[in-house]
């Protein structure tokens, strides 16, 4: 079983910056693939970024040139950092990885963007 947790959402002013984290335990072999997604009240979950191995992350419109995935393959965690963050980045932000051919998802931690 793969366990995700994540952690870093909060309150912020417009333009400010935001770290998330998302770690994953359990029976772990390798993660090829995670990505975070984020959802807000009436709208469905939307993909944000993406990281594969030995591949360039990929992004969102919305968010490119403000947001970087990264990971650290040794902890199991894969990071988001957002920049210069807008009221419509307010939303739940969910990790998701695959793994063992399963999508596993953690429990979400809110982002809210405002003044």
């Known amino acids: 079983q793969v366990r995700l947790v994540e952690s870093g959402g909060g309150l912020v002013q417009p333009g400010g910056s935001l770290r998330l984290s998302c770690v994953a335990s359990g029976t772990i072999f390798s993660i090829n693939y995670m990505a975070w997604y984020r959802q807000d009240p009436g709208n469905g979950r939307e993909l944000v970024a993406t990281i594969i191995s030995g591949t360039r992350p990929n992004y969102a419109d919305s968010v490119k040139g403000r947001f970087t995935i990264s990971r650290d393959s040794a902890k199991n965690t894969v990071y988001l950092q957002m920049n210069s963050l807008k009221p419509e980045d307010t939303a739940v932000y969910y990790c998701?990885?695959?793994?063992?051919?399963?999508?596993?998802w953690g429990q979400g931690t809110q982002v809210t963007v405002s003044s």
């Open positions: 998701n990885i695959i793994h063992g051919g399963s999508h596993y």
